[in-house]
């Protein structure tokens, strides 16, 4: 089997590469970043792209699968635009310009969602709300996806909701908790970090990979946005916590900090994975405690 990922650079995207790959796919990769150990790698960037182009990219290079994990988490909106709309629409539209048509797997983001009912699992049917412009991007990226995929394109979008584990970036709490730790432990400082009154679904990055895969692979897919998370609501204080224990740092931790701007007054989130474990054959198989301690000691 031969994959393209995008934005295989990344952090999803270089998990997904590594996964598929030790699965035993031929992993192509494209991006805006030089990936020195992947000789056959294209030089894309979505948002600037022209489809007829990309899609003789796409066509030169053959793929079974294209997995796309470039986008934007955080900048001014019309990055955020440029990076998860215009993106999306350059490669659905450079995908239905191919003559064989390669199946697409998109990540999408549980951002997607916004405000969800404490204490009730978030399903695929909800009505997405999102509340930051984060969410309103890669929402606006799900719809184009859908739309290509009823003009006969074999695409499936992966809601992706808090993915956590080795190589996570300062963009997410978990990656922001390391290097505060690390710093805290230097200088016998103490942590300042937002409200942790809230509860998130952390799912580990290589689970995250082995979905994407799951879904290049798939005979058939039967639905085209599918829930990939852990299953189960952590509260953030409590991930901290555990945090703080794996790392052994003493250090006081204050919450007076402003919280991040992509998931503003989303006190419960927890996503149901049905779908994902009926469609894929799959479900996550490492827990949070496995993901913190391998990000504590990936991170330098």
């Not at 952090?11 to 192509?28: M, N, T, Y």
């Not at 064989?100 to 049917?125: D, F, I, N």
């Not at 007054?265 to 927890?270: A, C, G, K, L, N």
Request: with cysteine.
């Amino acid at each position: 089997m031969r994959l393209m990922v995008i934005g295989a650079s990344g952090f999803l995207g270089a998990h997904v590469r590594r996964q598929a790959s030790a699965a035993g796919a031929e992993v192509v990769t494209a991006g805006r970043s030089r990936l020195a150990d992947s000789p056959r790698h294209r030089f894309i960037d979505l948002a600037e792209e022209d489809p007829a182009q990309l899609a003789a990219v796409i066509t030169e290079v053959a793929p079974d699968a294209v997995v796309n994990c470039a986008g934007a988490t955080s900048g001014p909106p019309e990055a955020l635009a440029a990076a998860n709309v215009t993106g999306a629409y350059t490669l659905t539209k450079a995908m239905l310009l191919t003559r064989r048509r390669p199946r697409l797997v998109h990540l999408g983001s549980a951002a997607e969602y916004g405000r969800a009912e404490p204490g009730v699992p978030v399903t695929e049917q909800v009505t997405p709300r999102p509340g930051a412009i984060y969410g309103v991007t890669k929402l606006a990226g799900t719809r184009l996806v859908e739309l290509a995929a009823a003009a006969g394109l074999d695409a499936v979008v992966l809601r992706v909701f808090n993915p956590v584990g080795p190589g996570a970036q300062q963009a997410s709490l978990p990656g922001r908790l390391i290097a505060e730790l690390r710093q805290a432990s230097w200088q016998g400082t103490d942590v300042r970090l937002g409200s942790l009154d809230a509860v998130r679904d952390f799912v580990d990055v290589r689970d995250v990979a082995d979905a994407a895969f799951a879904a290049a692979a798939a005979a058939a897919l039967p639905h085209t946005v599918l829930n990939i998370g852990s299953g189960r609501g952590v509260p953030v204080r409590a991930m901290v916590k555990q945090l703080l224990a794996i790392s052994g740092c003493t250090s006081t931790v204050h919450e007076d900090t402003q919280g991040p701007a992509r998931s503003p007054d989303i006190p419960w989130q927890q996503a149901d994975i049905s779908r994902a474990v009926a469609d894929l054959a799959w479900t996550p198989r490492r827990d949070l405690e496995t993901s913190l301690t391998d990000l504590w000691e990936a991170t330098p």
